[in-house]
């Protein structure tokens, strides 16, 4: 048998998630008499040993429904509503006919960075593989963007980003003619994006306009991250512009919803009010 984890001398609830029956024993009950719902109540008592040690607790099995349904008294749909605020929360992670489970701390990237510099500051490993790279006509949405003619062919470019040796995203990129011509494989192999365009420019991008959205998995998408099609991913769609305004690259990234969340710090600009002159 394993020794049990260091995390576990943190306290009792902490510790009987190795035993996932346990930990209900060291849970308060709930109150029927709160204005608070039931599977709110649930949500919280189940979340409050997993806060603080999640990453040491990634993959630990939680109670089954009905150890819950019997500990507490509520219904099964109460359970399962509790659970998905915990999965929604990014807490725990259900796998179908396997269980519940602590899910792996969600990776938060702050986007006025570059991902790859913030992971690499933390020392975590970052790695690219190509996926595709050709000569297409760009797309509707890239031709807007990058400011190009109907029919203009531009290079595509997919890759996939690796995170301490595990796949956490996807990326799709259309490179301005003036751009691509100086793109090498070996950039594309090595390089972050914003350290790829320095390099092929001779000064890095000045200016990105970024638009974050959540998107089910297609099938071979989801077959490239690893994820079931469907499963949502957030997405990141954007363009990256030269000190002088020119476009010098479109395209999205895509990462699993429930394993990342992303931050913006901004000034806000106020209006002035309607009435005032």
């Not at 009950?29 to 949500?43: F, I, N, R, T, W």
């Not at 749909?77 to 796998?95: E, K, S, Y």
């Not at 192999?189 to 959540?214: D, F, K, Q």
Request: aromatic share 6%.
């Amino acid at each position: 048998m394993m020794p049990p984890r260091e995390v576990m001398r943190e306290g009792p609830a902490v510790a009987s998630l190795a035993q996932p029956a346990l930990i209900l024993r060291h849970l308060p009950p709930l109150d029927p008499g709160s204005s608070v719902p039931l599977h709110l109540q649930l949500a919280e008592r189940l979340a409050a040993p997993i806060r603080g040690a999640q990453a040491t607790l990634a993959g630990c099995a939680m109670p089954t429904e009905a150890q819950c349904m019997a500990y507490f008294g509520v219904s099964r749909p109460t359970v399962r509503q509790a659970m998905g605020h915990l999965v929604a929360a990014g807490l725990v992670t259900r796998g179908r006919g396997k269980g519940t489970f602590v899910a792996p701390e969600r990776l938060n990237h702050d986007v006025s960075m570059a991902f790859e510099d913030e992971m690499r500051a933390a020392r975590r490993s970052i790695r690219f593989k190509v996926v595709l790279r050709r000569q297409e006509p760009a797309p509707e949405r890239a031709r807007e963007r990058l400011h190009l003619p109907a029919g203009q062919v531009v290079e595509y470019v997919e890759r996939l980003r690796f995170l301490d040796g595990e796949v956490f995203a996807f990326e799709q990129r259309w490179f301005a003619p003036g751009v691509s011509r100086h793109v090498t494989q070996a950039m594309l192999e090595e390089m972050a994006i914003i350290s790829l365009l320095g390099a092929a420019m001779g000064e890095p991008p000045a200016r990105i306009v970024n638009t974050v959205r959540c998107l089910p998995a297609d099938a071979r998408i989801g077959k490239l991250l690893g994820v079931p099609r469907r499963t949502a991913l957030l997405e990141t769609e954007h363009t990256y512009y030269a000190m002088a305004g020119t476009p010098l690259l479109h395209g999205s990234v895509r990462f699993h919803g429930e394993r990342f969340e992303f931050t913006l710090d901004s000034r806000l600009r106020h209006m002035p009010d309607s009435d005032s002159a």
